[in-house]
């Protein structure tokens, strides 16, 4: 007899958690506020928190140094402390509805630098899975910690953040079991659907209620993100549709600029510039990209979580301050720049929205921090002063243009990983030149979710 299937949210339900049955929401809350290890936290993989509430920060013009209105939405209070637990379980519900995998029965292996790793340690056991994690090690200890705590194994590859492609073979090697079933956020579909539908719409929904707190113009005039697995920017897809001027903006690091000029090389921005273009990326759709020196991230992200006297005495309002402590990882310090820097390039004004992500919180990065204080020594009262201008006079190069000549070119640098490596044809990749690839892979949403209430109800006493 086959095991009955574990089932969480939909799409739809990710998206506007009012969806859920009101006594199921209300359980899934009480879950993540006493027993974070309850499979009820499947109802929390969504942007929104308790009152419907989506978790963001609007930064003062007195850090930014730009009239534009950044806008960061936070992941980290997601189940796992952040947002990348949707894509892990996204494309694990996909591949259950699909009879690929069988609670009890398979192990998920997830390659991973780190926040999808816990992400996958934390969705597969609630799931009923057995979750293999493979990422590289010398990422942050915390991430190990957290992967350890939450119930996955670990299987460590030789390098740092960059180094994927070590990751990818050992998953080649994991891949031969019959029971092993490979969550790939790098080329896995349910990862750019669940960005796509759920936090391309929750940003517009986003912009549309600040509009009424007096905040922009009801419009997203840029969409900025990192790219690590670049599942991020398929929600810059959902809000070019909604918002037709929307910019959509990639970063890399300086020291890692594999789309600025098929560069290469180590960086400290944990999660991102894995010097490869992922299977999943829009690359067709992407307007600018910008490099981000990993070294200012980190200063940064020791000002905003040391600086706080600092940021005040220089006219960054108390509650703004205070607001910045833990909410940043190095990656949302990367995705602040980026959106600055943006905000600069294409001369936004006080009433234009640009709208960023910060993927977690700063509960896995102490480590790197005290890591920093050795290298450089204590941040004193003039540094952070110098620090600050790192916000405020965010620097206008490393800034490359999405002409049509370019875009083919990001296009035709995923032959290297993804036929050369991993075994895709030249038809599927140039199949990618076509809008309607994706048009077809956004449309599968609404099938997704039909099939998984469907299965829901059957499974119901």
């Known amino acids: 007899m086959t095991r009955p299937s574990v089932f969480g949210p939909t799409f739809a339900e990710m998206r506007d958690p009012q969806a859920v049955q009101p006594e199921v929401r209300v359980r899934a809350l009480d879950a993540l506020a006493g027993d974070f290890l309850s499979p009820l936290n499947l109802y929390n993989i969504t942007w929104r928190g308790p009152g419907n509430r989506i978790p963001h920060r609007v930064l003062p013009s007195a850090l930014t140094g730009v009239s534009a209105r950044i806008v960061v939405v936070s992941g980290a209070r997601f189940p796992s402390g952040s947002h990348k637990v949707g894509p892990v379980y996204s494309i694990l519900m996909e591949k259950q509805l699909d009879g690929e995998v069988e609670p009890g029965r398979s192990s998920i292996v997830?390659?991973?630098?780190?926040?999808?790793?816990?992400?996958?340690?934390?969705?597969?056991?609630?799931?009923?899975?057995?979750?293999?994690?493979?990422?590289?090690?010398?990422?942050?200890?915390?991430?190990?910690?957290?992967?350890?705590?939450?119930?996955?194994?670990?299987?460590?590859?030789?390098?740092?953040?960059?180094?994927?492609?070590?990751?990818?073979?050992?998953?080649?090697?994991?891949?031969?079991?019959?029971?092993?079933?490979?969550?790939?956020?790098?080329?896995?579909?349910?990862?750019?659907?669940?960005?796509?539908?759920?936090?391309?719409?929750?940003?517009?929904?986003?912009?549309?209620?600040?509009?009424?707190?007096?905040?922009?113009?009801?419009?997203?005039?840029?969409?900025?993100?990192?790219?690590?697995?670049?599942?991020?920017?398929?929600?810059?897809?959902?809000?070019?549709?909604?918002?037709?001027?929307?910019?959509?903006?990639?970063?890399?690091?300086?020291?890692?600029?594999?789309?600025?000029?098929?560069?290469?090389?180590?960086?400290?921005?944990?999660?991102?510039?894995?010097?490869?273009?992922?299977?999943?990326h829009h690359v067709h759709a992407m307007d600018y990209l910008l490099c981000i020196d990993d070294g200012e991230c980190l200063l940064g992200l020791q000002l905003v979580q040391e600086g706080t006297h600092e940021l005040m005495s220089a006219g960054v309002p108390q509650e703004d301050a205070n607001a910045l402590l833990n909410f940043f990882g190095v990656s949302g310090i990367c995705n602040v720049l980026g959106a600055i820097k943006t905000a600069r390039l294409l001369g936004l004004g006080p009433s234009d929205v640009v709208v960023t992500v910060a993927t977690d919180g700063f509960d896995r990065y102490p480590s790197v921090i005290r890591r920093l204080t050795r290298e450089h020594g204590p941040m004193g009262h003039e540094e952070a002063l110098r620090r600050l201008e790192l916000f405020r006079n965010a620097k206008l190069d490393w800034v490359l243009e999405g002409t049509r000549h370019v875009r083919e070119r990001w296009h035709n640098q995923k032959y290297f990983t993804w036929v050369e490596q991993q075994g895709r044809s030249v038809a599927e990749l140039k199949a990618q030149a076509d809008p309607d690839y994706w048009l077809a892979q956004q449309a599968k949403v609404a099938d997704i979710d039909r099939r998984q209430l469907e299965r829901r109800r059957a499974a119901s006493p």
């Not at 790939?184 to 990862?191: A, L, P």
């Not at 009424?212 to 959902?238: E, I, K, L, N, Y």
């Not at 809000?239 to 690091?253: I, K, N, T, W």
């Open 110 to 280: 997830c390659p991973s630098t780190g926040n999808y790793g816990i992400g996958a340690a934390w969705v597969g056991p609630r799931m009923g899975y057995h979750s293999l994690v493979v990422l590289p090690e010398n990422v942050s200890v915390e991430r190990f910690e957290m992967i350890s705590a939450y119930g996955g194994e670990v299987l460590t590859t030789p390098g740092t953040e960059t180094d994927v492609k070590e990751v990818f073979d050992r998953v080649r090697t994991l891949r031969r079991s019959p029971d092993n079933c490979v969550l790939d956020q790098y080329s896995e579909f349910g990862n750019y659907r669940f960005h796509y539908e759920v936090t391309g719409n929750t940003i517009a929904d986003l912009v549309h209620d600040l509009q009424a707190r007096g905040v922009g113009a009801g419009r997203v005039a840029a969409f900025v993100s990192a790219m690590g697995s670049a599942g991020t920017m398929a929600a810059g897809d959902r809000l070019r549709q909604l918002h037709p001027s929307c910019a959509v903006v990639g970063l890399e690091p300086v020291q890692c600029p594999t789309l600025f000029n098929v560069g290469f090389g180590s960086h400290r921005i944990e999660g991102i510039g894995d010097k490869h273009v992922t299977w999943i």
